[in-house]
C-alpha cells in the first residue's frame, strides 16, 4: 500500500517502510509498449503499469500505437519508417509523460524523429500535409522517458518499493548505455529493491552481439560475441540477467536456454514490480 505525504512516497509492506522521494506524482503517463515487447513480452508492459500505478501514477495505453520505425529504419527502408512517425505523433501529443520499456526505441526517437519530421514536413509542404509536424515533434521529444529514466530521472527515484529474493546480474544494452547516458541509473533501482542479491557483471559496457538484423547479417561475429556475454553472465552464479532491453534479453536468453544453463532474462520492470505477492 502506498501512503503519500508530501512529496514522499511510502511503501508499506509486510517488512515494514520504505521511502522513495519522489520529484512528481500523480502524473497521467502514456505507456508505448513498442511493438516487440507488444508481440513477445507483453508481461514487460503489464510490469510497467503495475510500477507506476503503485507510484500513485495513471497509465493509459494508446490503442491505436504501432512501431517506431526503428528496424525499418536501421535495415534502410526509411521510406517506410516515415509514415510511422505521425502516427507516433497523433497517438501521444497530448501526453503529460510517455513512457516506453526499451531504450533502442527511445533511441531510434531521439537521433531520428526530428530528421524524419523535417524530411516529411517539407516533402509534403506542396500537398498541404504534415504542416507544423516538426514543432510538434519537437514539443513532444523531452516527454518522452525510457522506463528506468524515467523513474530516476523525472521522477528522482531509486526505491521504487520492490521486493525480488533473487540471485540478478545486470546487461546493459548498447543503446541505453551510449544512445541514452543511462549510466548508473537501472542499477542504482535494482539496488533499492530488497531482498535482491545484485551481483557485478564483468565487462558489462560490452555488446551482447544482438544489434536486430546485425545477428542475421553477421551471425558469426554476432555468436562469437553472445557466447562471451554468456560466459560473463554464467560466472556471477546468478538466477537471472535484466537489461532494460528485451531485445538483448531475448538474444542472450536464447543461448542460456540453448546451453540448458536454468539462468532466465527478464525485464528489469518486473523485477521493480516485484513484491511479496508477486514474487
Given at each position: 500500500?502506498?501512503?503519500s505525504?508530501?512529496?514522499?512516497?511510502?511503501?508499506r509492506?509486510?517488512?515494514?517502510?520504505?521511502a522513495?522521494?519522489?520529484?512528481?506524482?500523480?502524473?497521467?503517463?502514456?505507456?508505448f509498449?513498442?511493438?516487440?515487447?507488444?508481440?513477445?513480452?507483453?508481461?514487460?508492459?503489464?510490469a510497467?503499469?503495475?510500477?507506476?500505478?503503485?507510484?500513485?501514477?495513471?497509465?493509459?495505453?494508446?490503442?491505436?500505437?504501432?512501431?517506431?520505425?526503428?528496424m525499418?529504419?536501421?535495415?534502410?527502408?526509411?521510406?517506410?519508417?516515415?509514415?510511422?512517425?505521425?502516427?507516433?505523433?497523433?497517438?501521444?501529443?497530448?501526453?503529460?509523460?510517455?513512457?516506453?520499456?526499451?531504450?533502442?526505441?527511445?533511441?531510434?526517437?531521439?537521433?531520428?524523429?526530428?530528421?524524419?519530421?523535417?524530411?516529411?514536413?517539407?516533402?509534403?509542404?506542396?500537398?498541404?500535409?504534415?504542416?507544423?509536424l516538426?514543432?510538434?515533434v519537437?514539443?513532444?521529444?523531452?516527454?518522452?522517458?525510457?522506463?528506468?529514466?524515467?523513474?530516476?530521472?523525472?521522477?528522482?527515484?531509486?526505491d521504487?518499493?520492490?521486493?525480488?529474493?533473487?540471485?540478478?546480474?545486470?546487461?546493459?544494452?548498447?543503446?541505453?548505455?551510449?544512445?541514452?547516458?543511462?549510466?548508473?541509473?537501472?542499477?542504482?533501482?535494482?539496488?533499492?529493491?530488497?531482498?535482491?542479491?545484485?551481483v557485478?557483471?564483468?565487462?558489462?559496457?560490452?555488446?551482447?552481439?544482438?544489434?536486430?538484423?546485425?545477428?542475421?547479417?553477421?551471425a558469426?561475429?554476432?555468436?562469437?560475441?553472445?557466447?562471451e556475454?554468456?560466459?560473463?553472465?554464467?560466472?556471477?552464479?546468478?538466477?537471472?540477467?535484466?537489461?532494460?532491453?528485451?531485445?538483448?534479453?531475448?538474444?542472450?536468453?536464447?543461448?542460456?536456454?540453448?546451453?540448458?544453463?536454468?539462468?532466465?532474462?527478464?525485464h528489469?520492470a518486473?523485477?521493480?514490480?516485484?513484491?511479496?505477492?508477486?514474487?
Amino acid at each position: 500500500m502506498r501512503v503519500s505525504f508530501g512529496k514522499y512516497n511510502l511503501y508499506r509492506t509486510g517488512m515494514g517502510v520504505s521511502a522513495g522521494f519522489c520529484q512528481e506524482c500523480g502524473l497521467r503517463v502514456s505507456l508505448f509498449i513498442t511493438c516487440y515487447n507488444d508481440t513477445l513480452f507483453p508481461e514487460a508492459g503489464r510490469a510497467v503499469v503495475h510500477v507506476l500505478e503503485r507510484l500513485g501514477h495513471t497509465v493509459d495505453f494508446p490503442a491505436g500505437q504501432t512501431c517506431c520505425g526503428q528496424m525499418h529504419y536501421n535495415t534502410g527502408y526509411q521510406a517506410e519508417a516515415l509514415p510511422l512517425l505521425p502516427r507516433f505523433v497523433a497517438q501521444f501529443k497530448d501526453a503529460e509523460a510517455v513512457v516506453v520499456p526499451s531504450s533502442s526505441c527511445v533511441t531510434m526517437m531521439r537521433e531520428h524523429y526530428h530528421s524524419m519530421a523535417v524530411s516529411l514536413e517539407r516533402d509534403g509542404s506542396s500537398k498541404g500535409e504534415h504542416r507544423g509536424l516538426v514543432a510538434e515533434v519537437d514539443a513532444l521529444l523531452p516527454r518522452v522517458w525510457e522506463f528506468s529514466e524515467f523513474l530516476t530521472k523525472k521522477l528522482g527515484l531509486t526505491d521504487v518499493g520492490a521486493y525480488y529474493p533473487h540471485r540478478v546480474t545486470y546487461h546493459a544494452s548498447c543503446h541505453g548505455l551510449r544512445g541514452l547516458n543511462l549510466a548508473d541509473g537501472p542499477e542504482s533501482l535494482l539496488r533499492g529493491v530488497r531482498g535482491i542479491d545484485l551481483v557485478p557483471l564483468e565487462r558489462v559496457e560490452q555488446c551482447c552481439g544482438f544489434g536486430g538484423t546485425f545477428a542475421v547479417k553477421n551471425a558469426e561475429v554476432s555468436s562469437a560475441m553472445l557466447a562471451e556475454k554468456t560466459t560473463a553472465v554464467l560466472n556471477t552464479k546468478a538466477e537471472v540477467c535484466t537489461a532494460c532491453d528485451n531485445s538483448c534479453l531475448m538474444h542472450i536468453g536464447g543461448a542460456l536456454h540453448r546451453q540448458r544453463t536454468g539462468v532466465r532474462t527478464v525485464h528489469i520492470a518486473e523485477i521493480l514490480a516485484g513484491d511479496e505477492v508477486r514474487s
